[in-house]
């Protein structure tokens, strides 16, 4: 009787954290048209003009991997708005921890004045940041960060004379399996572990 | 089951009550978490100078009442006589709101002059800083 009860409100305990992850969700309004996109498949929100356009493809990784990668592509009309998530998780350690290096890397070959090529974090989360002025004078902004396996890209063009596009590059929050958002504590030798306090939204 | 068990006459044992007081607090506990406000910044800040500050004065044309991070982008007369667009990087909802903004305090067409951190790449963005606007002198924006 005692453990029939006890599963039972282990159940309406479940219930009722996932009402609360849904209604945090809910919270989460559009504004001048613009969404807060969120994936829960693939463990991500952003900040995008509209619902992407979705693609899948292959992204051939440094050591050989084809790995599975899943594109979402948006515009204002006057930027462009790209997120790549590529699947790392049937890739090697290895593969997996040299995979922000490797993408950022070919962000510098195809050229143009890189202006900010820096480490980055968001909510702890690792990953790196380059600021790229194209030789038409567009602007590219980029956002590389890696979590249990999968490698988030955002890219955002805005043309000459346009804002830079910080507002998506700056955007990206990682999920868990329930749609909260993830932040974590940080130590100095990367050690992390899932911080308690999280942003209102 | 429980209102059967009370209907029975049975008793709760204090198992049974204790179960009750821990799902009644983790539901509390998670609620408040997903009001908690952010301990800290949700992103470095590595691309903006932060260090400089630029004074800005011009018109809103747009804003993005949004999370992570609240967006006004401001219309300024640029050197060369020519209007420019800054893209100016707030706070988050919850932030602002605790330090008394509001989604009216900043709408397109108003005219507010702001001081913000400008990003190292030379392009016209910038981290706020502070607003001046009708209701508001030099207040945070973060």
Not at chain 1, 114 to 128: F, L, M, P, S, W
Not at chain 2, 21 to 48: E, G, K
Request: aromatic share 8%; charged share 20%; hydrophobic share 40%.
């Amino acid at each position: 009787m005692v453990m029939e009860i006890r599963r039972r409100f282990a159940r309406m305990a479940g219930a009722a954290i996932v009402a609360v992850s849904v209604w945090s969700l809910a919270a989460v309004s559009s504004a001048q048209g613009w969404i807060d996109y969120v994936d829960l498949e693939q463990r991500f929100r952003i900040n995008l003009p509209h619902e992407p356009a979705v693609e899948d493809s292959a992204f051939l990784g440094e050591y050989g991997d084809e790995l599975p990668v899943r594109i979402y592509t948006a515009s204002d009309g006057i930027s462009d708005y790209k997120v790549s998530v590529i699947d790392y998780r049937s890739a090697g350690v290895t593969e997996n921890r040299a995979s922000i290096a490797f993408q950022a890397l070919q962000y510098r070959r195809r050229g143009g004045e890189v202006t900010h090529d820096a480490y980055a974090q968001i909510d702890r989360i690792e990953g790196h940041q380059l600021q790229i002025t194209n030789p038409d004078q567009s602007r590219t902004f980029v956002a590389i960060h890696l979590h249990r396996g999968r490698l988030y890209v955002v890219e955002a063009n805005a043309p000459p004379g346009a804002p830079p596009p910080g507002l998506v590059q700056q955007s990206l929050v990682m999920l868990d399996e329930y749609g909260n958002h993830v932040r974590y504590e940080l130590d100095a030798d990367g050690n992390r572990a899932r911080a308690r306090t999280v942003e209102a939204d | 089951m429980l209102l059967a068990m009370r209907a029975q006459g049975e008793p709760l044992s204090n198992e049974v009550v204790n179960n009750m007081r821990y799902t009644a607090v983790s539901f509390i506990v998670a609620f408040v978490l997903s009001l908690a406000v952010p301990a800290s910044a949700h992103h470095s800040h590595a691309n903006y100078a932060q260090r400089d500050w630029v004074e800005l004065e011009g018109t809103i044309t747009n804003v993005h009442w949004m999370n992570p991070h609240v967006w006004i982008y401001l219309e300024v007369m640029g050197e060369s006589g020519k209007p420019v667009v800054w893209a100016m990087e707030g706070g988050s909802i919850a932030a602002l709101t605790e330090g008394g903004w509001q989604p009216d305090s900043v709408q397109v067409g108003d005219k507010i002059s702001a001081r913000c951190m400008p990003l190292k790449d030379g392009s016209s963005g910038c981290l706020l800083g502070y607003l001046t606007t009708d209701e508001h002198e030099d207040k945070e924006f973060d």
